[in-house]
């Protein structure tokens, strides 16, 4: 071949490429003439450039320099038809994807979950009878979780075994271990963080998780939600108590609810009761209440001859069970959602 029939090929290479590119309508045929013109092994550039191997020596530097013109013509021809084919694809999706006269797809909404709302609801009730809201933390300190709640270190419910220690980074570095800390049992660690910061008149419900190693059964879970009641002001007394369970227990059930105390034993109040509660004939165990215990008045710097004070603590799940006739508590925690459709 001579130089001037190589230019001729190459010329005429650039033309029905550009002329192919130009009229292909889809991917697949885009693909047919790119492997064409520029296939790696046995695209038709690629015989050119053997033949430009073949040319006389001197001819070759120009031949070169028109081939690699030309494969840059080639190429920008194919840039441009997969630009052309990329914005057509792109405008038939958007007809596409608009279509006035379907019908929307409501999106499923969800909804608290059924002890949040009696959580909510608790809030709401003792907000309206003047108690406001506390909060502590859920990984404790032993003073706030026994101590200061007249549990010293030698009683049982200080058990490692009915508790959740915790062990802290300090432990498992092996270094110098720090205070233990456990996960509370019970919300009554909230009365002792409010008394220490405020002075009566105090009327406060901490609401939240606790943590017991007990073992999961109907009633019993190893996390559970309580609810805590504090009211120390002067002369408050067990009838003030009895009042504010009886209308927290109407609100929550919307009926008649009778309170029954039976005597009981908690280090932090004295005297204790167990609280019972009927609603529409039946009796439940709902949680432990008393009258604040001097000794906790004393540890927070209060004055027991001068503040008196009762405090409650409910198990918010057997609220919850109560209202909605649910038998096990588990099922709260199984996260089915044909369970938690229903509330
Ligand atoms: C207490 O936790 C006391 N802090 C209550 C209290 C507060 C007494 C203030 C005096 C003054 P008790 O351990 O009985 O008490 O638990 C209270 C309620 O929590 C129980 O009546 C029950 O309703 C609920 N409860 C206890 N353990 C579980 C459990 N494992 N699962 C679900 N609910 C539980």
Same mark, same amino acid.
């Given at each position: ?20 590119? =130009? ?24 015989? #050119?450039?053997?033949? @430009? ?23 920008? =021809? ?26 929307? @797809? ?5 909804? @608290? ?15 309206? @009878? ?12 032993? !003073? ?50 409010? $008394? ?35 009211? /120390? ?45 009927? !609603?529409?004939?039946? !009796?439940?165990? $709902?949680?432990?209440?008393? $009258? ?7 540890? /927070? ?17 057997? #609220?919850? $069970? ?22």
């Amino acid at each position: 071949m001579t130089l001037q029939e190589f230019f001729g090929q190459l010329e005429l290479l650039v033309c029905q490429a550009s002329q192919r590119f =130009a009229a292909v309508g889809d991917a697949a045929a885009l693909e047919a003439a790119r492997i064409e013109f520029l296939g790696a092994r046995s695209g038709r550039l690629k015989q #050119l450039q053997k033949a @430009l191997g073949q040319l006389p020596a001197a001819d070759r530097p120009q031949a070169g320099q028109r081939f690699h013109q030309a494969r840059q013509q080639v190429e920008e =021809a194919l840039a441009a038809a997969q630009a052309r084919l990329a914005e057509h694809r792109k405008a038939i999706r958007s007809t596409e994807l608009f279509d006035p006269t379907i019908p929307g @797809l409501r999106p499923r909404l969800g909804h @608290l979950h059924p002890i949040s709302q009696t959580i909510e609801q608790l809030k709401e009730i003792m907000g309206r @009878l003047g108690f406001s809201l506390a909060d502590g933390p859920e990984v404790e300190d032993e !003073w706030h979780n026994f101590e200061a709640l007249n549990i010293p270190p030698e009683h049982p419910a200080r058990d490692p075994l009915d508790n959740f220690y915790l062990a802290t980074a300090s432990h498992l570095a092996g270094g110098d271990a720090g205070p233990p800390m456990l996960l509370r049992s019970q919300t009554s660690t909230v009365q002792i963080r409010v $008394m220490e910061r405020q002075k009566p008149p105090i009327r406060i419900i901490a609401v939240g998780r606790v943590y017991r190693p007990d073992t999961p059964d109907q009633t019993h879970s190893p996390m559970f939600h309580q609810i805590e009641g504090l009211m /120390v002001d002067r002369h408050v007394t067990m009838a003030d108590l009895k009042s504010v369970l009886r209308m927290l227990g109407e609100s929550y059930f919307h009926g008649e609810v009778h309170i029954r105390f039976r005597p009981s034993f908690f280090p932090f109040t004295e005297p204790s009761v167990e609280i019972d509660m009927s !609603w529409q004939g039946r !009796w439940i165990e $709902m949680g432990g209440a008393g $009258m604040v215990d001097p000794n906790v008045l004393r540890a /927070v710097g209060y004055d027991p001859e001068q503040v008196s004070g009762f405090a409650f603590g409910l198990g918010i799940e057997r #609220l919850c $069970m109560r209202q909605h006739g649910i038998d096990d508590i588990r099922e709260f925690f199984r996260n089915d959602v044909r369970f938690l459709e229903q509330f």
